[in-house]
């Protein structure tokens, strides 16, 4: 059996054109995690096709094409499943949107997979092979973790990639954040892999750096404390994800430092407290920002800093105030994202009702474009206003500022600040270009 697996591009993720180069990008772990989980019992010729790093090739040949899809990538994958399937390809659709969107999805797929495939997709392979495979996969109402085959990394090339060493420890996120879609599309489940399991994961790898990708690895104290026991005597070093929770468990924190912990991206949102409140994200605390980065800088913890704008207490001072807010914060990266009503969210629910959503073009969906009516300033105010604050964090001379009293290496720091400077640089670019042209590549 041939299986193709893809991920389809978007306008920041995308081959030669994408606003994210190499030094921004990692492999799609989702990808490498479901050509693990193709059961021995089928003998399999399988193939991993990122079109963030290359083009589909032109005469793809697969007897199976299972394609993972976001929000931002939805209409890409139709196109791609449409085209395929006109081939005699028989086409999965799964990820995040699929799951949310499923009546939809299926219009383009022979299959769809709703929520974790850790279950679903082995089951679905078995069926496809015997002659009966469905229209729906749902996952279980409980899933394991424990003693998953190992991601088939092997099926990449590594030049493509910043480093080929992303893993994940924990699955989903218990909290609700009312912007987010990984609870929805989760279905609200939370899972921890044994930590044994992810030891012996890291062993398989080469090198010593690696990237956590897991979402949120510290909501269970007992069990975040015992994977950064077990990886202290595995002398790594790593970055990863965090809410700020952790700033509020000194042990902890400081346990993440001695297991090799030397940068976290903390999604600290918004320099509004009102708007973290309403977004159910009211864990974070504005006041206590500036002393979160100093203390994580006296740990030798460099900080990635996420704000997003459009948040309905954001006018178009917001910008100006947030930028002057960072520098004084002394944050060593920045990303910035427009607020996002994704579908299946309660928010997308509410904007839709009250009649804010001027968008529904699933491409635009990216975090990068606005789709909907801002409270207290236009689209365009929003759109021109995370333009300037992407330009102004990369400008030459505030990289050279963040340069002078950053926590990481100094060429660690060249390389990050100019990969995202290589991104802001081409955002007015990007937005100019149409972006309906979907089946150009295929």
């Known amino acids: 059996m041939k299986i193709a697996l893809i ?57 199976l094409a299972g394609i993972s ?33 499923p009546d939809e999805a299926i219009q383009h797929a022979d299959a769809v997979v709703i929520g974790f495939a850790e279950e679903s997709w082995p089951r679905l392979l078995r069926d496809f092979k015997n002659g009966k495979l469905q229209r729906f996969y749902n996952s279980t109402e409980t899933i394991s973790l424990a003693h998953l085959p190992l991601p088939r990394r092997d099926l990449l090339t590594k030049e493509s990639y910043l480093t080929l060493n992303t893993i994940m420890a924990t699955w989903g996120c218990p909290n609700h ?56 005597p595995l002398n790594i070093k790593w970055v990863g994800l965090t809410t700020t929770k952790i700033m509020n468990n000194e042990k902890l924190l400081n346990l993440a430092v001695e297991s090799g912990c030397f940068g976290l991206l903390l999604g600290f949102e918004t320099i509004s407290q009102a708007a973290l409140c309403q977004s159910h994200k009211d864990f974070n605390s504005v006041d206590e920002y500036k002393d979160m980065v100093k203390r994580l800088h006296d740990k030798n913890i460099s900080v990635l800093g996420c704000f997003m704008f459009g948040f309905d207490s954001d006018d178009e001072t917001s910008f100006e105030k947030t930028f002057e807010f960072i520098k ?55 759109q021109k206003g995370i333009e300037w604050i992407w330009k102004e964090t990369y400008s030459i001379k505030s990289i050279a500022r963040r340069i002078s009293r950053t926590k990481l290496s100094r060429w660690e720091n060249i390389i990050y600040n100019f990969g995202f400077r290589h991104h802001a640089m081409k955002l007015n670019n990007s937005h100019c270009i149409s972006k309906s042209r979907i089946d150009e590549n295929v």
Request: charge should be negative.
């Open 7 to 63: 991920l389809p591009y978007d306008s920041t993720y995308r081959y030669k054109s994408g606003t994210f180069n190499k030094t921004l990008r990692y492999p799609p772990i989702t990808l490498t995690i479901l050509a693990g989980l193709v059961p021995p019992d089928i003998e399999a010729d399988i193939r991993i096709i990122d079109e963030g790093v290359d083009p589909l090739p032109e005469n793809l040949e697969a007897d």
């Open 177 to 232: 954040c009312k912007y987010c879609s990984i609870p929805v599309a989760r279905q609200g489940r939370y899972y921890q892999r044994p930590v044994e399991d992810v030891v012996r994961e890291i062993k398989s790898m080469k090198g010593r750096r690696y990237i956590f990708l897991d979402p949120n690895p510290n909501e269970d104290v007992d069990y975040a404390t015992r994977l950064y026991e077990a990886l202290v």
């Open 328 to 382: 004084k914060a002394e944050i060593d990266l920045l990303r910035y994202t427009i607020f996002t009503p994704f579908p299946g969210t309660g928010v997308y629910d509410d904007f839709k009702k009250q009649g804010r959503i001027i968008e529904d073009n699933w491409e635009l969906y990216d975090y990068e474009h606005v789709v909907f009516k801002p409270a207290k300033m236009t689209p365009e105010v929003l």
């Open 69 to 101: 899809a976001v929000t931002a990538t939805a209409l890409r994958a139709y196109s791609l499943a449409d085209m395929l399937r006109k081939r005699g390809i028989t086409v999965v659709l799964g990820g995040v949107h699929p799951t949310v969107l």
